[in-house]
């Protein structure tokens, strides 16, 4: 059953006085099934960011839809947009975006304050949640006082405390080292076995081979498409990065 549905996407953007005119996305259709983990890669300016912002409801398209659960994000009202992410969709960025004046669990459940959620049962929702990311030990610590991979867990609890539809993760392991990008990795991949979709827009290879699918976008338009199939993590990283050279190069998939 798809959950997101994506038809003809454009985004054009124009200088304050109409003077030029930049084409971010063309033409980019896709689904994504409920529970799928997609990763979306493509090279700096190629549109992915602008294609998680378009499917966060951050921003309108010029032209084609955005469908979650066959809503069409375009006419939602301005003013039920905030409540309508809060309820749907969980972020989870690069710089954590973590409050330094707020303790870890007050980070945590903000998106529930914001809810007008009761403090018992932001507290229920809290406590399994903190166990399985291995955070139930820093929560009463301010972020300044973590490390950036507690940082990241601390984050991607915020994003999960809502119960999404669909958890959005921007370059999720940009900041992190190598030993913090296993373990945020890890974590994706248990909250995907258990049901949760993913979509993640990444630069690094090893974060994609992550993923049961990963997207890649040129020049504002898919390019290509891997599915994992039966393929271990190894073997999703080099055909990952095979395409990749593709798309460096500027050659079709079919000069491959």
């Given at each position: 059953?798809?959950?997101?549905e994506?038809?003809g996407?454009?985004?054009?953007?124009?200088?304050?006085?109409?003077?030029?005119?930049?084409?971010a996305l063309?033409?980019v259709?896709?689904?994504v099934?409920e529970?799928?983990y997609?990763?979306?890669m493509?090279e700096s300016?190629?549109g992915?960011?602008t294609?998680?912002n378009l499917?966060?409801?951050?921003?309108?398209?010029?032209?084609g839809?955005?469908l979650?659960?066959?809503?069409?994000?375009?006419?939602i009202?301005?003013?039920?947009l905030?409540a309508f992410r809060r309820?749907n969709?969980?972020f989870?960025?690069?710089?954590?975006?973590?409050?330094?004046t707020?303790?870890?669990?007050?980070?945590i459940y903000l998106?529930l304050?914001?809810?007008g959620k009761?403090?018992?049962?932001?507290?229920?929702r809290?406590?399994p949640?903190a166990q399985?990311?291995?955070?139930d030990?820093?929560?009463?610590?301010?972020?300044?006082e973590?490390?950036g991979g507690?940082?990241?867990r601390?984050a991607?609890?915020?994003?999960m405390i809502t119960n999404p539809r669909l958890?959005?993760?921007?370059?999720?392991?940009?900041?992190l080292d190598?030993?913090?990008?296993?373990e945020?990795?890890r974590?994706f991949?248990?909250?995907?076995?258990q049901?949760?979709?993913?979509i993640?827009?990444t630069?690094?290879?090893k974060?994609?081979?992550?993923a049961?699918?990963?997207?890649?976008?040129r020049?504002?338009?898919?390019?290509?498409?891997?599915?994992r199939?039966?393929?271990t993590d190894?073997q999703?990283?080099e055909?990952?990065?095979d395409?990749?050279t593709l798309?460096?190069t500027?050659?079709?998939?079919n000069e491959?």
């Amino acid at each position: 059953m798809s959950i997101l549905e994506v038809r003809g996407l454009r985004k054009v953007y124009a200088s304050r006085f109409g003077g030029s005119r930049v084409e971010a996305l063309r033409s980019v259709s896709f689904t994504v099934e409920e529970g799928e983990y997609v990763a979306v890669m493509g090279e700096s300016g190629s549109g992915k960011t602008t294609l998680l912002n378009l499917l966060a409801a951050l921003d309108k398209p010029t032209g084609g839809t955005v469908l979650l659960d066959g809503r069409d994000l375009s006419k939602i009202k301005d003013s039920a947009l905030a409540a309508f992410r809060r309820e749907n969709l969980g972020f989870v960025f690069q710089d954590f975006n973590l409050l330094d004046t707020f303790t870890v669990e007050d980070n945590i459940y903000l998106p529930l304050v914001l809810a007008g959620k009761s403090h018992k049962e932001m507290a229920s929702r809290l406590a399994p949640l903190a166990q399985r990311l291995g955070i139930d030990g820093i929560l009463t610590k301010y972020p300044y006082e973590i490390s950036g991979g507690q940082k990241q867990r601390a984050a991607v609890a915020r994003a999960m405390i809502t119960n999404p539809r669909l958890l959005l993760a921007d370059e999720p392991t940009g900041a992190l080292d190598s030993r913090s990008t296993d373990e945020l990795l890890r974590i994706f991949a248990k909250l995907n076995s258990q049901g949760q979709t993913v979509i993640m827009v990444t630069h690094s290879v090893k974060a994609a081979s992550s993923a049961g699918r990963v997207l890649f976008i040129r020049d504002g338009e898919v390019f290509h498409q891997i599915y994992r199939g039966d393929d271990t993590d190894e073997q999703l990283y080099e055909k990952v990065s095979d395409t990749l050279t593709l798309l460096a190069t500027g050659r079709s998939k079919n000069e491959a």
